[in-house]
């Protein structure tokens, strides 16, 4: 099967800037898009960026001139450059991408979502 796991959570302060990664594994034929998403504690799951597998890219409003998502395709892996963050910014982000299984009935799309990973924004 796939597995998307995600790296590069953490504390960091006001201003500062992170790095997400999420790597996919498996028997993968193809990723259409890729996604990152963040649940803040009470809230609900919002959308922050996403990317096509031709690099087309939207942002949520709040994190717009803030945030970067970019892809490797060669490594199945989708990163999330956080600049200027904020403490509303601190959630657990979450990966998500829309992967293309070669199965015995031809190729199929098939949506998995990582494990998360913290990022907390705090002096």
């Known amino acids: 099967q796939v597995q998307l796991v995600e790296s590069g959570g953490g504390l960091v302060q006001p201003g500062g800037s992170l790095r997400l990664s999420c790597a996919a594994s498996?028997?993968?034929?193809?990723?259409?898009?890729m996604r990152w998403y963040r649940q803040a504690p009470g809230k609900e799951r919002e959308l922050v960026a996403d990317?096509?597998?031709?690099?087309?890219?939207n942002y949520a409003d709040s994190v717009k001139g803030r945030f970067g998502i970019s892809r490797d395709s060669a490594k199945n892996t989708v990163y999330l450059q956080m600049s200027s963050l904020k403490p509303e910014d601190t959630a657990v982000y979450y990966c998500n991408c829309d992967v293309v299984l070669n199965t015995g009935s031809g190729p199929k799309e098939y949506r998995y979502w990582g494990q998360g990973t913290q990022v907390t924004v705090s002096s």
């Open positions: 498996g028997s993968i034929f193809s990723i259409n898009a």
């Open positions: 990317i096509t597998s031709g690099g087309s890219t």
